[in-house]
């Protein structure tokens, strides 16, 4: 669906991103993540033909964007739609004429654009503001029709810039429910670029982390954030606590165990007391994933680390 290999790009003199390698399939939803400045949307754009790179390949269903002319790249844009952070409606013109402009640029009927905007109307929840202006729309509607909007030449590839950034949690939410039924229901494959990490966790499936146009992480989501390494606590920001005495071992549950007893039961069977320094459960997507940190008595460190290897499938290391 959409493949990179090996790109950079420059802004004069500066590199803003740098060998830059991945592939994101078809029907997936795909977040690419990072702090401001970090690239990401320039990435975006070159996937969208928007932004020319110097070095590598991009190829976007098949066809290596690069090597595309401008009426090439009109073509292919069919093909992709586009959402953005503040909507990017026209505020002269009510949802109806919002949502029919593409259309009605690439010639479509007046019987097919009104067929279709009543469709996606119904779809994105806003019927009853068909004929209502953007100034009379809540952030959350003024998304919602945006949605509609970049649906409407029916894309194969959703790209989506920061587009829940402006709203309010509860909304944040709402839009990103309907980004996967759009996922689900249409089998649109979609990109999310952010620097909400609660973007990621609600709805991506796999995601690219990048920092100073440099990939840190790619991956699964679970896999990114089960046991995260290094650089990942540093870009999520978190920062250990531990007693300075004893031995601390992180455990780390995955979703397939994260609701099962283990640490009461591993606690029996040695017949031991250990402190329990914190503990999460997030949730990520449809699964939920844990870690714990317990604190032991280097005596008490080689049984403890015996009975994970032998009769738990828990991923841990001493810290």
């Not at 009543?118 to 503001?129: A, I, P, Y």
């Amino acid at each position: 669906m959409i493949e990179i290999s090996h790109l950079s790009k420059h802004y004069g003199s500066e590199k803003v991103l740098h060998d830059i390698t991945l592939k994101i399939d078809k029907n997936e939803i795909f977040a690419i993540v990072g702090h401001s400045g970090a690239g990401k949307s320039t990435l975006l754009r070159c996937i969208n033909g928007l932004e020319k790179y110097d070095e590598g390949y991009l190829k976007v269903l098949g066809t290596e964007i690069g090597k595309m002319s401008e009426e090439e790249l009109r073509y292919l844009r069919k093909d992709i739609g586009m959402i953005f952070q503040h909507f990017s409606l026209l505020e002269q013109k009510s949802v109806y004429q919002n949502i029919a402009l593409p259309m009605q640029l690439w010639g479509y009927s007046k019987n097919d654009i009104d067929k279709k905007i009543d469709e996606l109307l119904g779809f994105v929840g806003l019927k009853s503001k068909k004929h209502s202006y953007p100034k009379l729309l809540s952030g959350g509607e003024k998304q919602r029709v945006a949605i509609a909007r970049a649906l409407t030449l029916e894309p194969k590839i959703l790209l989506s810039d920061e587009a829940t950034s402006a709203l309010d949690p509860k909304t944040t939410l709402s839009i990103l429910e309907l980004l996967k039924t759009i996922n689900k229901t249409l089998g649109i494959t979609i990109v999310l670029v952010t620097h909400e990490m609660s973007v990621v966790k609600t709805a991506a499936s796999r995601a690219l982390l990048l920092e100073s146009g440099r990939i840190i992480g790619l991956g699964e989501i679970e896999s990114l954030f089960l046991k995260p390494d290094e650089r990942m606590r540093k870009f999520l920001g978190e920062e250990d606590i531990l007693p300075d005495h004893g031995v601390n071992i992180r455990l780390y549950f995955p979703s397939t165990i994260s609701d099962k007893a283990i640490v009461t039961a591993m606690a029996r069977e040695l017949d031991m007391d250990f402190g329990i320094v914190w503990g999460r459960l997030e949730k990520l997507g449809d699964k939920v994933v844990g870690s714990l940190v317990i604190n032991v008595s280097e005596s008490q460190a080689p049984s403890v680390t015996e009975y994970l290897n032998k009769k738990t499938k828990i991923v841990w290391e001493v810290l």
